[in-house]
């Protein structure tokens, strides 16, 4: 476990809450009417029930912003950093940004708002949805590093979403190369698409070619399921489970939030 992640989660098993943006300004799902502050207003809301029911953490994102970007428009960054730092003194817990799927953006976002940590598709070669997708992390990195965020920790998406890797290495072996080559300070492991779970026997090769390092559930878990995750993996990042009917495109319910979490302390056993 590195030092920041460390530093940022602790040395539980972690739970990180989304809280998913509306589409922003120049995106085709923009309500031009509710505007930036009803940006800030849907965003706030789900702020508090995530933060009122326990989670260890959040973490700001634009999955609204359908069909997603490569390169995302200024204007997207803009008006993220805008609303996270509107809501800026009502977080009290840890939050990381994801600009989907910018790295450049996630690190200049991070820089701005004070993230503590940042996801983001940084390694690999994938067919997507989007066409082809070839992250590169040493430019990434550099530009943290330039952007004097030597400190933010990074958590490396591996298996992404809307997207069929081209590497015909395992899974397993694509993370294990990543740790060793890029220096993650936790790996993520995803489902095919947003809200979908991870296959458990991916997440336990993960784990147990990397035992040393956090490796994270990105998508899909469940109330039914959060038990079974935390037992192989070292946490959890959460998003549509905590909707309205589980639906990801809907606001935070409240007492789906509290009861995950109730689960997650009852698999911890405290």
């Not at 450049?104 to 940590?117: N, P, R």
């Not at 992250?135 to 590093?145: F, L």
């Not at 694509?174 to 458990?200: H, K, Y």
């Amino acid at each position: 476990m590195t030092n920041k992640f460390r530093r940022v989660f602790g040395d539980g098993k972690v739970v990180v809450a989304m809280v998913h943006l509306g589409a922003l300004p120049g995106s085709p799902l923009h309500d031009a009417e509710a505007g930036l502050e009803g940006l800030v207003e849907n965003a706030r809301r789900d702020l508090k029930a995530l933060q009122g029911a326990g989670f260890d953490a959040v973490m700001f994102g634009n999955e609204n912003d359908r069909p997603y970007e490569f390169k995302v428009d200024t204007a997207s960054t803009a008006t993220m950093a805008y609303v996270i730092g509107a809501l800026r003194s009502e977080i009290t817990v840890p939050f990381g940004v994801n600009v989907l799927w910018d790295p450049a953006s996630t690190m200049a976002l991070a820089a701005a708002t004070g993230a503590s940590f940042a996801r983001e598709i940084f390694t690999g070669t994938y067919a997507s949805d989007m066409g082809p997708w070839n992250p590169d992390a040493g430019a990434a990195m550099r530009y943290r590093d330039r952007l004097g965020r030597r400190d933010l920790a990074l958590l490396y998406n591996v298996s992404a979403e809307f997207a069929w890797s081209l590497d015909r290495r395992s899974l397993a072996d694509r993370a294990r190369s990543a740790v060793f080559s890029s220096i993650p300070d936790a790996i993520l492991v995803s489902g095919a698409i947003t809200g979908e779970a991870a296959e458990m026997s991916d997440l336990e090769a993960v784990k147990a070619i990397l035992p040393t390092t956090p490796v994270l559930a990105n998508t899909g878990v469940k109330h039914a399921t959060v038990a079974d995750v935390l037992k192989i993996a070292d946490g959890c990042i959460v998003g549509s489970s905590l909707k309205v009917d589980g639906d990801t495109w809907k606001p935070v319910d409240a007492d789906r939030a509290a009861e995950f979490m109730r689960l997650v302390r009852a698999a911890r056993g405290h």
